[in-house]
């Protein structure tokens, strides 16, 4: 079983930035691929951005490609999400989630439980 727990999420001015964090809890965190999708009021859940275990390949939305920045530490079994020159429309809750897989594709079976991530001046 795959816990995720996301964390870094709070009010920030536009323009500014912030450091979103999910943390895994099994040993086998290395192999899987983490992806960062997001949900707006009245939207639907849309991927953000996503890392692969199998070379740290780096996927991103048009909307988020060159402010966003995926990362990850086996070590600390910790996915980042670096976001910067945020924007109102980027305002939603951001889940992390895995398809228990190498590659960023397929059914993503776990979910960690959100955080909200609100721009606004």
């Known amino acids: 079983q795959v816990h995720l727990v996301e964390s870094g999420g709070g009010l920030v001015q536009p323009g500014g930035s912030l450091r979103l964090s999910c943390a895994a809890s099994?040993?086998?965190?290395?192999?899987?691929?983490i992806g960062w999708f997001r949900q707006a009021p009245g939207k639907e859940r849309e991927g953000v951005s996503c890392?692969?275990?199998?070379?740290?390949?780096?996927y991103y939305a048009d909307s988020v490609k060159g402010r966003f920045t995926i990362s990850r530490d086996n070590s600390k079994n910790t996915i980042y999400l670096q976001m910067n020159s945020l924007k109102p429309e980027d305002t939603a809750v951001y889940y992390c989630?895995?398809?228990?897989?190498?590659?960023?594709?397929?059914?993503?079976?776990?979910w960690g439980q959100g955080t909200q991530v609100t721009v606004s001046s």
């Open positions: 989630a895995t398809p228990a897989s190498t590659f960023c594709r397929g059914e993503y079976a776990y």
């Open positions: 099994t040993f086998t965190f290395n192999y899987y691929a």
């Open positions: 890392i692969s275990s199998s070379d740290d390949s780096t």
